[in-house]
């Protein structure tokens, strides 16, 4: 009846793929206080508390730009950490603005040559790709392959990480428009990838492999090729128990991505069993406040919504919303997911109810959500977007069941023309989305 999202930065009932948070921080001068300040940012983007490294991010870009001034190297590697700090509380819009910034700078420093430029560029085309800018990722991306191969050896995992986000980028563009030729040229980049990472088979390799294959998997069944899907999910899985302990957060993603394509086939007793397992690593674990483990809870509340199980599912994900707001994240993509779904349980509720238990207080509610959600993420991500795309089509049928049909009608019809996706392949294909590696530490001391 409605669209229940199962993921924190994609489409309806679409899955999570393994995102492992590599974080970039700088030491850009000499003074104790800035040193100290970006130790502190440094450590609490570690811990997951992105408000309080924003808040030393801003310090240490200050300190440089009060001493050494703007047109420097400290203040392109400062940039960096707004650029991952913003990234990561799901404020897209500043965090491209910042990586524009880093990367213009850098060009004009002529201090292109080295690896540091690679990461600015390969950072900054993610950040456009979350924002909803594909073809200035593309640029971006294509930009780095050029640098990356007068700098590293084509057989290198640095190389095979940029394929990985070159495939990363038409697999976005493929997707939204059902583009054949840009899924192939994906498909092409996740396999590069792959024979490089699977030459570099040392636990650095096998964990950017896992990555690369998560995607791959996501690809398959966004492409409607099932059973490969499956055996590559199941395959992830396998890996992540070997390579990781049982209790890891990386195994835990495994369970999750795993859960959500049976989720997407119907499976719900399989779904239900990994999805268990999942929630209950990062529950008892130190990642139990990450958007990893709100977007795993909030796909087990969207299972039980799906069996009818709606006072469970609101349940689990007012624990989510919770979570998320506690750790100031009321603005972050996800948050707004979040909100879509607690409005989906409600209305869903309100559907099903017999005459004598029907509450329009909840069908209220529900509508407040979907409108809320609608505006957090227009103010992070441009459109058309897929994550409003589903949004609205929830509110679309908010409005039919308070009664305005012609509205409804109208809203499905502009978001299916917006979207350049029919109402026919909405109800029969599921797409999911691709991680978004941002790059490792860089060297502060490249010029």
């Known amino acids: 009846m409605n669209y229940f999202y199962v993921s924190n930065l994609i489409k309806v009932k679409n899955v999570c793929t393994i995102f492992f948070i590599l974080l970039i921080s700088f030491s850009v001068c000499n003074s104790q206080t800035n040193v100290r300040a970006d130790s502190l940012c440094k450590k609490f983007l570690n811990k997951c508390q992105y408000d309080s490294a924003l808040f030393y991010a801003e310090e240490v870009a200050a300190l440089i730009r009060g001493t050494v001034g703007e047109n420097s190297i400290q203040y392109a590697h400062a940039l960096d950490n707004l650029v991952v700090s913003h990234f990561y509380l799901g404020n897209y819009k500043k965090a491209k603005y910042y990586a524009l910034k880093e990367t213009t700078l850098l060009e004009t420093l002529k201090a292109t040559d080295n690896s540091n430029y690679i990461h600015a560029l390969e950072n900054a085309s993610i950040v456009c790709r979350k924002y909803g800018t594909d073809e200035e990722a593309l640029g971006l991306i294509k930009k780095a392959e050029s640098v990356a191969a007068k700098i590293y050896s084509s057989d290198k995992m640095a190389y095979a990480k940029i394929l990985n986000s070159y495939a990363a980028v038409y697999t976005d563009m493929g997707s939204s428009a059902n583009d054949e030729v840009f899924l ?13 990472y699977k030459e570099n088979n ?20 966004n492409i409607g090729n099932s059973p490969l899907a499956e055996s590559t999910f199941l395959e992830m899985v396998s890996d992540c128990e070997t390579l990781y302990e049982k209790t890891h957060p990386y195994y835990a993603s495994a369970l999750n991505n795993l859960a959500v394509f049976y989720f997407n086939r119907g499976n719900y007793k399989q779904a239900e069993k990994y999805l268990n397992d999942a929630v209950t690593i990062y529950n008892s674990g130190a990642f139990a406040n990450t958007i990893q483990a709100a977007t795993c809870i909030s796909n087990q509340g969207a299972l039980y919504n799906e069996m009818g199980n709606y006072e469970l599912a609101a349940k689990l994900i007012l624990s989510v919303k919770e979570r998320m ?6 603005q972050h993509p996800s948050y707004a997911i979040i909100l879509n779904n607690q409005a989906a349980v409600y209305m869903s509720e309100e559907y099903y109810a017999s005459i004598e238990k029907k509450n329009k207080k909840n069908l209220l509610n529900s509508g407040k959500l979907f409108l809320k959600a609608d505006s957090i993420i227009e103010g992070n991500c441009i459109l058309p977007n897929q994550d409003v795309y589903g949004i609205m089509m929830n509110t679309a049928l908010w409005y039919k ?3 305005d049909t012609a509205l409804s009608i109208k809203i499905m019809l502009d978001q299916t023309q917006e979207n350049h ?7 029969m294909i599921t797409k999911m989305g691709v991680s978004g590696l941002l790059p490792k530490q860089v060297d502060p001391d490249v010029h």
């Open 202 to 221: 040392n636990s650095g390799g096998r964990q950017a492999e896992i990555v690369n294959r998560s995607d791959l998997a996501s690809y398959y069944n």
């Open 421 to 427: 996706i029919s109402m026919h392949a909405i109800s």
């Open 401 to 403: 069941m308070s009664g």
């Open 184 to 196: 192939k040229q994906a498909e092409a980049y996740y396999k590069k990838a792959e024979n490089i």
């Open 325 to 330: 707001e506690n750790a100031h994240m009321k």
